[in-house]
């Protein structure tokens, strides 16, 4: 079992340009959670797909990020017009259904908006 | 809103001492607890969950017990090592709702020789 595989590790964007963000969940988990990490703001929660659909959007921020789940096997969080505050960890964490009180992460994606 | 306090940002203890981790929440449902253990460089990884009332849970020598009358779900061990040195978080969950955890701001444990 690979765990939660996240790409790339690190990226390095200048302010304005886009930002893609790749996270496979565990093999079967259908629950995928997406946070992101600062010094300042510590763990936030962003956003919640189960079965591909998304469920609950409530930590996005309302502009230029946005996340999909086309299939089982991949979820995207994407960033347009990246600013420095964008600066973070970005987390992936993924679950089985039905057991959604254990979240296992991926080793995140560190993001630098220069 | 939901929140979760951890009192202590920073401690410091020496190898083979006890440690408790402060945590207490608020929230308007009945919720799940966890303490998350994250070491440096790495993913959060679950170190202890709990949404049994006065109930203590254990896993690798830490454990803790939820209080709701308190609203507080404290982290404990009895005898620190080298290698617990990390970051902690205590997180809340609502088990009827998305599952979204709600993190505290975490404390930076660091255990000496």
């Known amino acids: 079992n690979a765990g939660v595989i996240q790409t790339p590790r690190h990226k390095v964007t200048g302010k304005g340009q886009e930002a893609t963000l790749w996270c496979e969940p565990i093999s079967g988990h259908s629950a995928v959670f997406w946070y992101r990490q600062t010094i300042v703001q510590g763990l936030e929660f962003l956003t919640y797909f189960r079965n591909q659909a998304p469920i609950d959007d409530s930590g996005m921020p309302k502009e230029r990020f946005s996340a999909q789940m086309p299939n089982q096997s991949h979820s995207t969080l994407k960033i347009q017009s990246t600013q420095p505050q964008d600066s973070a960890v970005y987390l992936c964490?993924?679950?089985?259904?039905?057991?959604?009180?254990?979240?296992?992460f991926g080793p995140g994606t560190r993001l630098l908006v220069l | 809103g939901d929140s979760v306090t951890q009192t202590e940002g920073l401690v410091t203890l020496t190898k083979g001492l006890p440690v408790m981790l402060n945590c207490t929440y608020q929230t308007t449902y009945s919720p799940f607890l966890f303490w998350y253990v994250q070491h440096l460089n790495e993913a959060p990884k679950l170190l202890l969950k709990?949404?049994?009332?006065?109930k203590r849970t254990e896993h690798q020598g830490f454990y803790a017990t939820l209080h709701k009358s308190s609203s507080s779900f404290h982290l404990q061990k009895s005898s620190v090592q080298l290698s617990d040195s990390a970051l902690y978080f205590c997180?809340?969950?609502?088990?009827?709702?998305?599952?979204?955890?709600?993190f505290g701001s975490g404390t930076q444990l660091t255990v000496m020789p």
């Open positions: 964490a993924s679950s089985l259904l039905g057991n959604q009180d254990t979240q296992y």
């Open positions: 997180a809340l969950s609502d088990p009827s709702g998305s599952w979204q955890l709600i």
């Open positions: 709990s949404s049994t009332d006065n």
